[in-house]
């Protein structure tokens, strides 16, 4: 984890003090608010990303419903904006660190308190489905643990709605695939359980100390996602009960209709498991039925990145405080499409796969 010292101000605000994680698009600080006297983390994006319009739409997309999720296992977003030629959010500072130590141990019965937490990552997940949204990139890295023992979903930033287009996949982003789902790797429309399978790798490396599928280049795991059945944790990690197994493997299921039906569903299983008992009572996926998040129009060939005014994103009008002004961004709805199509048969080519395998 990168740790270099550094000292900058953002927007006359936010004091960066400590780099704590570092992307291939942006760099997260740990920040002191010098407004609200608070610990903070900054999410910074590249600069050069202030010219790509398809980035500016997104994030204007991704900024908005991320602001405005509420719920105590979803990480709060407390402001965002462009300052110093960078886009950049505002999240609240979690202490504890990400998944990633948990899911090292590989062997003997997976502890209780692991179980909590996936069955914690669980709620925060079923509110954002609930919402209308998707995650896209559920990984270890994006579950955070608060100093209390909270465990809270993060960078949901990355959501999109129900139902819309994806951002496709090219070949240069292949690097990122370890928690795609078989669907989200084809291009083809995610649901929420493509964010299912994502927790289902992750269950398997508290199970047994590794991913199931482990290559050398990213089209080689492209093709055991698509292709290969994981090895049951049992055969590597005896101490995995027969029944978290089970789980571990529908949610790994080929077919998104194989895998569970919602978080909430597979947060009962968990909870049900050899492994979990003792555990307290079941977290709540979603505090109170609500609608889903009111987003921006979006026409055929149109995405609407602009803002403006005093807009309210849930956090006492974070577009008002930030000073976010966006351009409009107009895309051809018939190039997206030829793109797409071209996508998904140059990845089907250079995978071996065609898409009708799943």
Excluded at 35 to 44: G, I, L, S
Excluded at 172 to 187: F, K, N, Q, V
Excluded at 252 to 265: P, V
Excluded at 284 to 311: D, N, Q, R, Y
Aim: with cysteine.
């Amino acid at each position: 984890m990168p740790s270099a010292p550094t000292l900058v101000a953002l927007q006359e605000r936010y004091l960066l003090n400590k780099l704590i994680g570092q992307g291939d698009n942006s760099s997260v600080y740990r920040a002191m608010d010098m407004e609200e006297r608070q610990v903070v983390a900054v999410k910074r994006y590249d600069q050069r990303l202030r010219r790509d319009v398809r980035f500016v739409a997104h994030f204007r997309r991704e900024a908005r419903l991320a602001s405005a999720l509420d719920h105590p296992h979803v990480h709060r977003v407390l402001s965002y904006g462009y300052a110093d030629d960078v886009y950049y959010t505002v999240s609240s500072y979690a202490r504890g660190g990400n998944l990633e130590p948990l899911l090292q141990v590989g062997r003997g019965a997976v502890p209780t308190e692991t179980m909590r937490v996936f069955v914690e990552v669980c709620a925060g997940l079923g509110y954002i489905h609930q919402q209308g949204l998707l995650h896209r990139n559920l990984k270890p890295a994006n579950v955070l643990l608060h100093s209390d023992g909270r465990v809270v979903v993060a960078d949901v930033g990355l959501t999109h709605q129900v139902g819309s287009s994806e951002l496709t996949m090219t070949v240069a982003t292949l690097g990122a695939i370890t928690y795609y789902s078989p669907e989200h790797i084809l291009g083809k429309s995610l649901s929420p359980a493509s964010d299912i399978y994502a927790m289902g790798l992750m269950l398997y490396q508290a199970c047994t100390g590794r991913l199931p599928f482990v290559a050398v280049s990213p089209l080689a795991l492209a093709r055991q996602q698509l292709r290969d059945a994981p090895p049951p944790p049992r055969s590597l990690n005896p101490d995995v009960s027969p029944a978290l197994e089970a789980i571990v493997l529908r949610c790994l299921e080929k077919s998104a209709a194989a895998r569970y039906a919602s978080a909430h569903d597979l947060a009962e299983m968990l909870a049900l498991c050899p492994e979990s008992a003792g555990l307290q009572a079941l977290p709540v996926p979603v505090a109170a039925p609500a609608p889903p998040l009111a987003v921006m129009s979006e026409t055929p060939g149109t995405i609407l990145a602009g803002a403006g005014g005093a807009t309210d994103h849930g956090r006492g009008g974070a577009t008002a405080r930030t000073g976010v002004h966006l351009p409009t961004v107009r895309l051809s709805a018939t190039r997206g499409a030829v793109w797409r199509t071209l996508h998904r048969d140059l990845l089907c080519l250079l995978i071996g796969s065609d898409d009708d395998t799943l």
